[in-house]
């Protein structure tokens, strides 16, 4: 099961959207939050919810010039087994013009999907960039991981932490901050590869908007001014 780290093409939204065809319903590449906003079950449910979230990534891959996708490829199938999406801000993190890619629908005209609570998921977006403008050091570059999934059967392998890593690396280059908003399991994963957390960790009640549960983030950041310096570095 050697994995192998590449940048996404054009052709594997497609292929990522097939997965619904292929695998049980769920284990696919739909990321944060739209699997607590759209809960799938059935195959044709896992077809709808990926049809619509990867035609919405497609539309940032072609559009969103901060954007890099990348994926992890288990090179004994050819299959994609987890894929990120980094973004590079030169000037800082655009609070105009950021969240329409995330809160509006792809495809002008189509409607949002009547299964998907679309309050809640642009509640979330919303409420998460807001926080930023606080904790996020404002109008200076930086690197921004938005998007993490790996599907729910190729867990636990590593594929996530080749592409942390490779976000690592570019910010070590830079010498600029990278920042990403954890989901509570996934704390000690980033806190492995050098982020820190920043201030307290976020709890939102979704009661309100229709889910019972509370939503748990933790800020946070890796500066690589604190970094120790990689072997062979000069
Ligand atoms: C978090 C996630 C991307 C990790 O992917 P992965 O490819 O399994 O990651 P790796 O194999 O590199 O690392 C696995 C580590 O993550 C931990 N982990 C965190 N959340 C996990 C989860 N939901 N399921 C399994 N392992 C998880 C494991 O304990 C493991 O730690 P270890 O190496 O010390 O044993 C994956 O669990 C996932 O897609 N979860 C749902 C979506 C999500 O939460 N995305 C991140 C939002 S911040």
């Given at each position: 099961m050697p994995l192998r780290l590449k940048a996404m093409e054009l052709g594997d939204f497609n292929t990522m959207t097939d997965h619904a065809n292929i695998y049980?319903?769920?284990?696919?590449?739909?990321?944060?939050p739209t699997p607590i906003c759209w809960p799938v079950t059935t195959q044709s449910a896992a077809q709808s919810r990926l049809d619509f979230h990867m035609t919405k990534q497609k539309e940032r891959f072609l559009g969103d010039t901060s954007a890099r996708y990348l994926k992890i490829i288990?090179?004994?199938?050819?299959?994609?087994v987890s894929m990120a999406r980094w973004h590079w801000y030169p000037q800082g993190y655009s609070y105009t013009e950021g969240i329409h890619w995330e809160t509006?629908?792809?495809?002008?005209g189509r409607p949002w999907?009547?299964?998907?609570?679309v309050e809640l998921h642009n509640w979330i977006l919303m409420e998460r960039d807001a926080r930023r403008e606080q904790w996020q050091e404002k109008g200076k570059p930086c690197w921004i991981l938005m998007h993490l999934v790996t599907r729910a059967s190729q867990r636990g392998k590593g594929a996530a932490s080749m592409l942390i890593d490779w976000g690592v690396d570019r910010a070590r280059e830079d010498g600029v901050p990278a920042y990403l908003e954890a989901g509570a399991m996934a704390i000690p994963l980033y806190a492995k590869h050098g982020f820190q957390q920043i201030g307290d960790l976020v709890r939102s009640d979704l009661r309100r908007h229709g889910l019972d549960m509370d939503f748990v983030t933790a800020k946070m950041g890796l500066f690589p001014e604190l970094l120790p310096e990689v072997q062979g570095e000069e």
């Open positions: 049980p319903p769920g284990d696919d590449l739909v990321g944060p288990d090179e004994d199938t050819g299959d994609i509006q629908n792809a495809v002008e999907p009547k299964e998907m609570n």
